[in-house]
């Protein structure tokens, strides 16, 4: 699969299906007609919102797994070196692997997992993983509330949620805004943290040495997902330091 943000502008869209010459593009009715002008596109399926709410009798059985670990599970664009969306194929040993060493290797827990992400984002399928390959629950929203750090505590909260994926900016935001630092979940048990250095700020730190949270630094490139990983907390979750450092590789990289 090719996720694409639909938020993302028109040429952009038109520039990525034509990169990747998808074959079929899912969309919504309200971005049907940016999808259908699309001279490249060989085929377009629009989802209707009531396809949502059907309940779908399901096989108890497993499905028939027809994968093989070589295979491709998806491509994510990302700007590249010179702006043009550039396709990077992520096979299915990448998540496997990834999702394998945090249930066997680390402390993150996957119950109750928020998508922060945008679907766009190769963090994005960490989230999903994390959650349905361990039998979890995820927790989708949309750019609204995204976007709204108040909004956002607040589900976390009424949702229960555990394990959180989130930029070291938008932590850094919180927790130097006494109301938002204030109001952060308490339910909240595992932040795992990507995509630029995680610095850990005096108001961070005192919450999660207080609550003894588990912080994940993660650092890699959208070609190999997550290479390295750090993990401190529960009784370790003192003596943070301000800038962690970005771990060692996880197993088979």
């Known amino acids: 699969y090719l996720p694409i943000d639909p938020g993302n502008p028109a040429e952009r869209i038109r520039l990525i299906l034509k990169e990747n010459r998808a ?24 989802i209707d919102k009531e396809c949502y709410h059907h309940t779908i009798d399901s096989s108890p059985l497993n499905p028939v797994r027809v994968n093989k670990p070589g295979d491709l599970l998806y491509v994510v664009s ?43 984002f190769d963090v994005a399928s960490q989230e999903i993983f994390t959650a349905l390959l ?24 009424d949702e229960d949620i555990g394990t959180l994926f989130l930029p070291p900016a938008f932590l850094r935001f919180v927790f130097e805004n006494p109301a938002l630092a204030s109001s952060f979940p308490t339910c909240v048990r595992h932040i795992a943290a990507a995509g630029e250095q995680l610095v850990i700020t005096p108001g961070f730190k005192r919450h999660v040495e207080t609550h003894r949270i588990f912080i994940h630094n993660h650092y890699g490139p959208a ?16 003596n943070l330091p301000e800038l962690p450092p970005i771990g060692k590789p996880i197993a088979n990289t």
């Open 23 to 46: 074959v079929l593009t899912v969309t919504s009715e309200k971005w049907r007609n940016d999808i259908a002008n699309n001279p490249d596109g060989n085929g377009l399926e629009t």
């Open 78 to 120: 990302t700007s590249g070196s010179t702006g043009k969306p550039k396709g990077v194929m992520i096979e299915h040993r990448n998540i496997v692997n990834l999702i394998h060493f945090q249930s066997t290797s680390t402390y993150l827990r996957s119950e109750r997992v928020l998508q922060f992400a945008s679907i766009a």
């Open 134 to 157: 361990n039998g979890g629950t995820l927790f989708l929203i949309d750019e609204a509330i995204r976007s709204d750090a108040a909004r956002l505590l607040r589900l976390c909260r």
């Open 223 to 238: 070609e190999t997902h997550v290479v390295t990983t750090w993990t401190r907390g529960g009784r370790m979750a003192e």
